[in-house]
């Protein structure tokens, strides 16, 4: 049974929670990082920032699954792996702690417990699986179990989604919606009870590429979004308490270049330009990301003691993809046809 939002209600809602409220930007501590002064290195061994490296294979009976792991999350004994396909609808696989494939979660299709495609999935308190469909606007829920519960209707588009601990949603919402949100706290039915990051002016709509996500370290939720060289902090009731600025120096996209990036990259001169691209974390050692550097999207690390900047891609054959609770994760890409993809889990303390 699809629980239909109050429309209306959430919409009277919102307007009056914007109207009457400050969000916690301005409240929120920024610190600056200077990466354009930093020594550039090659990201040739990635392995100097950790000493506790895991390999899991991404094992299933069909070579071609998983086909591109985008996001991994560990719940328990599992292992949720979010499957970019080059053709048709992204899954939701499971694995075990061992990389065998167990199964994945609901189908491609209209029904109950199907859905058209996966922007992003979550793992609630309870062990229940939320998943985004963007093609049908509307979250489905999934028991412990894997079984089928229920579904909701979305009024407004999201780009990505975590849970909080006390059972509210942290949700990352994209330029295009007309109230500006950037980061909201909501209930379950997606009653948005606070404002917790707004957009600024200077955003371009057009840019739809690198998918933001939430990634979580102990109590604290990192986000980034493309374009924007800051690097925003939530703490465990979705309030936004740091700011992470990076300042790549004068290849650094204006505000006012911001605005326009959609032409600046219809026009080729993105290659110029270097920003923060998909994935960003940081702390008082490290910070960690993928970054647009003269046309390419590459990782980097930068120690912040050393003041070095390592860039490149993570290892020959792969690539970040994500961080849980001090493990950084990146996938590794099969070198020899009868090999799946690998998981590698780096334990670092930012």
């Known amino acids: 049974m699809i629980k239909a939002v109050n429309s209306l209600i959430c919409l009277v809602s919102l307007s009056l929670l914007l109207s009457g409220c400050i969000t916690d930007e301005e409240g929120a501590a920024v610190e600056k990082v200077s990466l354009f002064t930093y020594e550039v290195k090659e990201l040739a061994d990635i392995d100097i920032i950790s000493d506790t490296v895991k390999t899991i294979e991404l094992k299933s009976a069909d070579l071609s699954v998983p086909a591109n792991p985008e996001k991994c999350i560990f719940a328990g004994s599992r292992i949720f792996v979010l499957d970019k396909r080059t053709m048709g609808a992204s899954e939701l696989l499971i694995f075990d702690s061992l990389g065998n494939c167990l199964g994945r ?27 985004e469909d963007p093609v049908a606007n509307r979250l489905i ?16 588009d999201m780009e990505c989604m975590a849970f909080l601990d006390d059972g509210r949603m942290l949700l990352g ?13 909501t209930d379950t039915l997606l ?22 996500r939430f990634y979580r370290n102990d109590n604290v939720f990192y986000y980034s979004r493309p374009l924007d060289d800051n690097i925003y902090v939530c703490d465990d009731k ?40 998909r994935f960003g974390i940081a702390g008082d050692r490290y910070v960690i990301g993928s970054m647009l550097d003269n046309g390419t ?54």
């Open 105 to 131: 979660i609901g189908a491609v299709g209209r029904g109950p417990g199907e859905y058209l495609n996966i922007s992003d999935f979550a793992i609630a308190p309870g062990g229940g699986i939320w998943i």
């Open 141 to 156: 829920k999934y028991r412990s179990d894997l079984s089928y519960d229920e579904a909701l209707s979305t009024d407004f």
């Open 173 to 185: 919402i994209p330029p295009w919606e007309s109230e500006k949100m950037q980061i909201a706290v």
């Open 191 to 212: 009653k948005v009870e606070k404002v917790s990051l707004m957009y600024s002016e200077y955003v371009d709509p057009s840019i739809t590429f690198g998918r933001p």
């Open 238 to 277: 979705g309030s936004l308490v740091k700011i992470y600025a990076l300042d790549f120096g004068q290849k650094s996209f204006s505000d006012e270049e911001r605005l326009g990036a959609g032409a600046i990259f219809d026009s080729g001169e993105y290659r110029e330009y270097t920003a923060l691209y």
């Open 297 to 350: 999207f590459i990782d980097f690390v930068a120690d912040r003691n050393a003041e070095i900047l390592y860039k490149g891609d993570i290892s020959d054959y792969g690539n970040i993809i994500g961080y849980d609770n001090g493990w950084l994760i990146s996938k590794v890409i099969p070198e020899k046809e009868d090999e799946h993809y690998k998981i590698e889990l780096r334990k670092i303390t930012l």
